[in-house]
């Protein structure tokens, strides 16, 4: 898929804005992303703003992506999305996505009762998903992102008064590129040969 093979991280953006269908076009690839059990955790906060830029910019020390990118996503996990399994669970019965159950009535293949693992790791991972969608719709439109994790998460939760039920997972830098970095060096396999 030249979409994967083709990206990289891009930390020097053109000031031409991001129109709005392209914006639309990552939320959207946020929006279809899988979860665990259809839970999905992941929220967005889009900022082109310039208010909300130069807050974004000054978290992030005024350097590498964020400094010249004309689009930021600020990207959360909705700690609460757990307390919805019921809903989500029925949701998915209703139009016959999944057989009738009961999520209290679950059990392992040995009979031994089904513990759900969710909770905070699975709002990350769910998130994290989701926003690799986007950086790989971005790519595929044309458009460079960079992940920054690197950044104050205080002024930026200050900024968007952030309740505490919402984890700042990253912030996702995007636009044009202005830069043609050469591909990163990745190990030669990530099969676990123990
Ligand atoms: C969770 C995560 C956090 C990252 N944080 C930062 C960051 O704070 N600043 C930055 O410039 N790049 C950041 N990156 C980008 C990585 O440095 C980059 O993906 C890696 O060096 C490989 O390069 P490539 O994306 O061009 O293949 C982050 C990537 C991930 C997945």
Redesign the pocket.
Same mark, same amino acid.
């Given at each position: 898929m030249p979409e994967i093979a083709e *990206? !990289?991280?891009? *930390?020097k953006f053109k000031p031409t804005l991001v129109p709005a269908e392209c914006v639309a076009a990552l939320l959207e690839a946020a929006r279809l992303a899988p979860s665990s059990v259809n839970l999905q955790h992941f929220r967005a906060i889009v900022a082109q703003a310039p208010v909300d830029l130069a807050v974004l910019r000054s978290a &992030?020390y005024n350097a590498? &992506?964020c400094a010249t990118a004309p689009l930021i996503v600020v990207c959360l996990a909705d700690l609460t999305a757990d307390a919805e399994l019921a809903e989500r669970v029925q949701e998915m019965v209703a139009v016959r996505a999944v057989e009738p159950l009961d999520p209290s009535s679950l059990t392992t293949g040995r009979g031994t009762p089904f513990v759900l693992r969710l909770g905070a790791s699975f709002a990350y991972v769910n998130a &994290?998903i989701a926003v690799?969608h986007m950086v790989l719709q971005a790519q595929h439109l044309g458009l460079g992102s960079?992940?920054? /994790? /690197?950044?104050d998460h205080s002024e930026v939760r200050e900024h968007y008064a952030l309740p505490d039920t919402l984890a700042l997972v990253?912030?996702l830098a995007v636009g044009y590129a202005d830069e043609a970095?050469t591909? !990163?060096p *990745?190990r030669g396999s990530v099969v676990w040969v123990g």
């Open positions: *990206r !990289r991280s891009i *930390r &992030a590498g &992506a &994290a690799e960079c992940w920054v /994790h /690197h950044f990253t912030l970095p591909p !990163r *990745r």
